[in-house]
């Protein structure tokens, strides 16, 4: 068992999906915060269904299909903060309108194409032989701009995230935040899809920072324990599928969840 670890460390393969995973892991589990805290879990998922859209279109132009999927999804991000924000629609209203949306023009989009089956299957479900080196510099470099801005804007939007009229009383520029958050999400589903996959990369997002949730007294806390769970979870995950072979996002997904239901379990005592 050591040596065929050794085996496999070695392998460029998995050098590359453990640095995605760290970078991943930490990006999904930073926005995720947000995402739990300002009760939009919805949006996840329409965004994850909107980087199927421009991958399909990226698949039928055989251009790089992530990089399709970029524009696109920040585009569907900022669509749904602006309905949001200039009709009296709810934000899930808004979302399942686009979340729709893209689903029809990503079939579409793929009836176009013959023998798209192998390639559409990888990016709905991940698949780590895909993570190449730009992937991980996208990432890293998504992962510095993260860093950057907290130190900037992480308690704004923490205020916002808690009390959205307050924060607009004492003049934050919730609007700006809103679009500013809704296009980092937009860039951190789409550059996780490798890993994790279209299906799952909503779970990925909400999981971790709602098992943080269950735990935490203070905002800053939750975010801190939620990083931890999404990097963690990430590293073991990928372990666990590499040496029982099994899809990689599904297991990692599959053992936040159980995370989760500790977490739940331990919070029902604490009550009682």
């Known amino acids: 068992m050591d040596t065929s670890f050794i085996d496999i460390l070695s392998m460029t393969f998995f ?3 453990l640095i995605a995973g760290v970078l991943v892991g930490f990006l999904g589990s930073f926005y995720g915060v947000f995402v739990v805290q300002r009760k939009m879990s919805f949006l996840g998922n329409g965004l994850a269904h909107a980087a ?8 039928l132009l055989q251009a790089e299909p992530l990089w399709i999927a970029l524009p696109f999804t920040i585009l569907v991000a900022i669509l749904i903060t602006l309905l949001k924000e200039k009709t009296t629609l709810e934000i899930d209203t808004s979302i399942g309108i686009f979340f729709a949306l893209s689903m029809a023009l990503g079939i579409i989009f793929l009836s176009l ?3 798209y089956s192998v390639d559409a299957f990888s990016y709905l479900f991940g698949s780590i032989l895909l993570v190449n080196k730009t992937d ?3 990432e890293a470099v998504l992962s510095l701009i993260t860093a950057l801005l907290s130190l900037r804007y992480w308690k704004r939007w923490a205020y916002a995230s808690f009390d959205r009229e307050l924060a607009r009383a004492d003049r934050h520029k919730t609007r700006f935040d809103d679009y500013l958050l809704s296009v980092m ?3 951190t589903i789409v550059l996780s899809i490798k890993l994790v996959g ?8 909400v999981i971790p920072a709602a098992t943080a949730r269950l735990s935490a007294d203070r905002f800053f806390t939750m975010t ?3 990083i931890i769970f999404g990097i963690s979870t990430s590293l073991i995950g990928l372990l666990i599928s590499i040496f029982l072979n099994l899809p990689t996002g599904a297991v990692i997904i599959l053992f936040q969840s159980v995370l989760f239901g500790f977490a739940v379990i331990l919070s029902f005592f604490r009550k009682h």
């Open 15 to 17: 050098q590359r999906a």
């Open 52 to 59: 199927f859209g421009g991958v399909a279109l990226g698949l």
């Open 113 to 115: 194409k013959k023998d």
């Open 136 to 138: 991980i510099t996208a």
């Open 185 to 187: 999400i937009a860039l």
């Open 198 to 205: 279209i299906v799952l990369i909503a779970a990925f997002l």
């Open 224 to 226: 801190i324990k939620a």
